[in-house]
């Protein structure tokens, strides 16, 4: 299985995204502050530039993106969209939305150490995609770690409006297809598209 290595604060800084999108509140990169950059970059560039700042978002590389990406241009309405949608749809996005993990690659760790359940089944697989009334829950005996207790008592956390979930309980319900707008993610998915289109 490859891992993915690349240093958060560099990238959200080469990427123009803000570390709070990945999870890191603080991290700040302090290398070549006030660098001097490129003003003008080609359509090729903006556009390879746009595929990796997903990438890098969803912490996936670049075989499994592109797989995404024929599966999104298979399906009905726009290709764009659909693969965002599938995207916010791994198991690993939606145990971070859910808060269950502060990052995407804390998310990505939570499912593969065996923590989490999808309808009270064992799903160790971060790419794993959950459909609309999937219910996610973590292990009994992983309820008792110092990092879900807090949860359970009342740390507010702000889930998107296709998911809900119960803090008490520790529990995680899909009750909707992400929308676009759902996705609070800065970037023009249809430079991507025009990326695999070439």
């Not at 570390?19 to 603080?26: D, F, K, L, Q, S």
């Not at 956390?157 to 809900?164: A, D, R």
Request: with cysteine.
């Amino acid at each position: 299985m490859a891992i993915n290595k690349q240093p958060i604060a560099k990238k959200c800084r080469s990427f123009d995204v803000s570390p709070a999108v990945m999870g890191y509140g603080n991290k700040k990169s302090t290398r070549n502050p006030g660098g001097t950059r490129r003003k003008k970059v080609s359509e090729y560039g903006a556009q390879l530039k746009e595929k990796q700042k997903v990438k890098f978002v969803y912490g996936i590389l670049e075989k499994q993106f592109h797989k995404y990406y024929l599966k999104a241009a298979n399906m009905k309405g726009i290709t764009g969209d659909n693969m965002l949608q599938l995207l916010e749809l791994r198991l690993d996005n939606v145990v971070y939305r859910l808060g269950l993990a502060k990052t995407r690659r804390m998310a990505r760790q939570v499912v593969v150490h065996g923590h989490i359940r999808v309808n009270g089944q064992k799903v160790d697989i971060p790419s794993y995609s959950v459909k609309v009334g999937d219910v996610i829950t973590l292990r009994q005996r992983s309820t008792e770690m110092e990092m879900f207790k807090a949860l359970r008592e009342g740390t507010s956390i702000v889930t998107p409006k296709w998911l809900t979930f119960d803090a008490p309980n520790l529990t995680g319900t899909v009750n909707a297809l992400p929308a676009r707008e759902d996705i609070d993610l800065q970037l023009q998915e249809n430079m991507i598209v025009e990326f695999y289109s070439r």
